[in-house]
């Protein structure tokens, strides 16, 4: 079974944070394959064996299934004697030694991705701060999904497209818009990249000794090129309208624009904007 790598990525980095949230000395995890309903535990963090590694669960079995079939968090106090779930995974649940255990699923825009589990090694309720910061894990989780989800759709619309004068070019410009806005909400520093090369390829070549632009500068401008006010561009990037306009002010002087129009012409022509 091929699973999602990028949620494989995703669930990786997040096992450290879900014990910090928690207070949970166990956490696991793995990704759903491709139009699959198993989800396949690849991800390990305080664990002592192997004996979840590379466990298959299937929707509607065990914990983990359980969770996925209902979509929301499941837990139970006392995994080995729980009757609201079934108990294929017994063995490999107590070789590791678990009793107390909780399961998220990771849905994004409809979708299992995968689950995130946190575990004692104790029969005991788990409380509000457990189940709080497992929920709380899974979101960050799903929101990254989602901007990674938004991003590569971006530049696979992007990657044939070839600018064109008058409509097709307005396309361009909301598009290029649209992934320099993306960009500094992705973590992975390597996709943060292909998006911004993505971006400079919908631009002209810069001609020699063209003004340089802080990233910020460029974000605030590129959105203004579309038409947007100040408080639309503060929307759109996460920022106040008054630190977009102080980022406005600051591209206009480098481009010795008096107005946003003409700041907009001026990085036109620089090559700085399509």
């Known amino acids: 079974m091929a699973a999602d790598a990028v949620a494989t990525a995703e669930i990786r980095g997040a096992l ?21 309903a198993q989800i396949r535990i690849s991800e390990l963090s305080g664990t002592a064996t192997a004996a979840l590694r590379s466990l298959v669960v ?14 929301r968090a499941c837990a139970v106090p006392d995994y080995s004697s729980s009757r609201r779930i079934s108990h294929e ?21 409809h979708r ?5 589990y946190g575990a004692l090694r104790t029969a005991q309720p788990l409380g509000d701060r457990a189940l709080g910061g497992a929920v709380a894990a899974a ?9 990674r989800d938004e991003a590569r759709g971006l530049l696979a619309a992007l990657r044939p497209a070839v600018p064109e004068p008058g409509a097709g070019r307005e396309h361009v410009r909301e598009a290029h818009a649209a992934l320099r806005a993306l960009a500094p909400r992705i973590a992975d520093p390597q996709l943060r990249a292909e998006l911004l090369a993505a971006c400079a390829l919908l631009t002209a070549p810069a001609p020699q000794g063209s003004p340089a632009l802080a990233p910020r500068e460029l974000d605030v401008l590129t959105w ?3 038409g947007a006010t100040n408080a639309a ?8 309208p008054e630190t977009v306009k102080g980022y406005l002010r600051a591209a ?3 481009l010795g624009a008096h107005t946003r129009g003409e700041a907009v012409t001026a990085a036109r022509r620089a090559g700085v904007l399509p």
Do not use: I
Not at 18 to 26: D, F
Not at 89 to 106: C, F, K, N, Q
Not at 233 to 240: E, K, N, Q, S, T
């Open 16 to 36: 450290a944070g879900l014990r910090r949230a928690t207070g949970l000395p166990v956490a696991f995890g793995g990704a759903v394959g491709p139009g699959a």
């Open 58 to 71: 299937t929707s509607g079995t065990g914990l983990g299934g359980r969770a996925v079939a209902l979509g």
């Open 89 to 109: 995974y017994d063995a490999p649940v107590a070789a590791e030694g678990l009793r107390s255990v909780l399961a998220v699923p990771l849905v994004v825009r």
């Open 112 to 116: 299992v991705r995968g689950v995130l």
């Open 139 to 147: 979101r960050e989780v799903e929101r990254a999904l989602a901007v």
């Open 224 to 226: 203004v090129a579309t």
């Open 233 to 240: 561009v503060a929307d759109r990037l996460g920022l106040r």
């Open 252 to 254: 206009m002087r480098k």
